[in-house]
């Protein structure tokens, strides 16, 4: 009976809660993690409400924002590269990055869509070959920053913002783009299969 009892004594007692911690990636994407250590080339985090502890590496971690809202700084210098961004200008080259990510927008997905479905003409080989050099050109060609909006506009000037900025607006071209190629082709061929 005394065994019954201290197990729902324990049951009944409140369970202790983790502070979660919102890691912020070189790449500009925010983790809720829980920081359980920094060593020397990796990041030790557990997983909200989790026990086992993982690991990634400290290359990979911008800095750590912790439930008290003090900021970690992970991200180091490498004194041989020349051209590594100092922390404050990898700070802005992250703020781009979400900038962009949030405010950029394309037509590219249509673009892609349009030679999609006229690619699927050519058949269930050859048809790719146009999609992809459409998706190659789009990737090709950096986005203009002239009236992109953005909460920061005095930042157009700061070259690791544009940089940041400029990376993920490419890269959303490229996905949308292929999205649409990809989309378009498959309703291309149901299009020509349902033809009577």
């Given at each position: ?155 157009m000037n700061d070259e690791a913002y544009v940089e940041g900025y400029l990376t993920r607006a490419r890269a959303k071209k490229v996905r949308n783009a292929a ?18």
């Amino acid at each position: 009976m005394a065994l019954l009892a201290c197990f729902f004594l324990s049951m009944a007692q409140p369970a202790v809660s983790q502070s979660v911690d919102r890691f912020v990636t070189v790449r500009g994407d925010t983790l809720s993690l829980v920081l359980t250590g920094v060593e020397d080339f990796k990041v030790m985090y557990k997983k909200p409400g989790k026990e086992k502890v993982h690991s990634m590496s400290k290359e990979r971690v911008f800095s750590v924002i912790h439930a008290n809202g003090k900021e970690e700084f992970i991200y180091q210098v490498d004194s041989l590269e020349d051209n590594e961004y100092s922390i404050q200008q990898m700070q802005h080259y992250i703020w781009g990055w979400q900038d962009a990510g949030t405010y950029h927008n394309g037509w590219t997905g249509i673009v892609g869509l349009a030679s999609g479905v006229t690619s699927a003409y050519l058949g269930p080989i050859f048809g790719l070959i146009p999609s992809g050099v459409v998706i190659v050109l789009i990737g090709g060609r950096s986005p203009r920053m002239e009236g992109r909006k953005t909460p920061h506009p005095e930042w157009m000037n700061d070259e690791a913002y544009v940089e940041g900025y400029l990376t993920r607006a490419r890269a959303k071209k490229v996905r949308n783009a292929a999205i649409g190629s990809l989309a378009g082709y498959l309703a291309g061929l149901v299009i020509l299969n349902n033809r009577p």
